[in-house]
């Protein structure tokens, strides 16, 4: 049976799509998994301290939200498995972790001091895929439900290769994200070569064809605060790229406002298209956390 995007019955296999969906203005392609945009979110790369790629998370006003494909065994049960130890490993860490009952099983819900993080799990074709939604105690029962409905349209890409239980399916940066990563990278190998030398900011960025970082109040051109509605292209081509001790929330963008999709006059082009993915699902709740 052919499913369809908007739905909300994922997550999707993407074999089980049809062939001529269009998901690349509404999904962030991640190579094994396809991952769909929050209206009004951001998109954030984590870096490690050697400045590689390690996550890529969804900032919303409530939180932020990340998905992740590991290969599973033919038989189901993997993420049943993975709740018991996960809820050992948080409470040996000094989390205070328990279990709800979710719409694909078990979730397993951690508190720290000053977070609250949410683990959900679903299993598909040799594949398992889980979403982690992190954010302030105040935020948890809002983010709750965008988590959900983001797993729910996102779609896995598992591919034929062989790769053991449990281990992370392969993830690749769309163009436009991966050109953002590649401008940062070489911002992060500059800012280092700023400290090791203690060098004035406008010499060392003369010398080595830099611009030198702005200072603390000093405006960042080009930098716009505003949100529109937009889709994953847009997105990608304004994604925060920042360091794995930096804080990722809703505290980077204090004034992002939820704007539905549905609400705006389609384009020329995309009325064009035959079969594009609505994103109807969060548009949905979008429409009903509004009514309240």
């Known amino acids: 049976m052919t499913e369809e995007i908007g739905s909300g019955r994922g997550p999707y296999d993407i074999e089980d799509l049809a062939e001529d969906v269009d998901l690349s203005n509404s999904h962030l392609d991640l190579g094994s998994v396809l991952v769909p945009v929050v209206e009004g979110g951001q998109v954030t790369v984590e870096m490690t301290a050697d400045h590689q790629p390690q996550a890529v998370h969804l900032v919303t006003p409530h939180g932020r939200i990340s998905v992740a494909a590991f290969a599973a065994p033919r038989s189901p049960g993997l993420w049943r498995e993975v709740v018991g130890e996960l809820v050992d490993t948080l409470r040996t860490d000094g989390a205070e972790a328990s279990t709800e009952d979710g719409h694909w099983g078990r979730e397993v819900v951690a508190v720290v001091p000053g977070g609250v993080h949410r683990f959900i799990g679903a299993e598909g074709p040799r594949w398992m ?161 509004g009514k309240k």
């Open 129 to 289: 895929v889980r979403c982690v939604a992190s954010g302030p105690p105040e935020s948890a029962d809002d983010l709750a439900p965008v988590a959900r409905a983001v797993l729910s349209e996102s779609v896995v890409r598992r591919g034929s290769d062989p790769h053991p239980p449990r281990d992370p399916l392969p993830v690749s940066l769309p163009p436009v994200l991966a050109e953002q990563v590649f401008a940062a990278q070489q911002q992060m190998q500059a800012d280092g070569v700023m400290e090791q030398f203690a060098a004035a900011p406008e010499e060392l960025a003369e010398q080595s064809g830099t611009t030198p970082a702005p200072t603390a109040g000093e405006a960042v051109p080009g930098d716009d605060t505003e949100v529109a509605p937009e889709g994953a292209i847009a997105q990608s081509a304004r994604a925060h790229v920042i360091g794995e001790d930096d804080p990722v929330g809703t505290d980077m963008h204090p004034d992002i406002e939820v704007t539905d999709a549905a609400e705006q006059e389609p384009s020329e082009a995309e009325a064009d298209r035959s079969r594009r993915s609505s994103g109807s699902a969060l548009q949905r709740l979008r429409r009903r956390q």
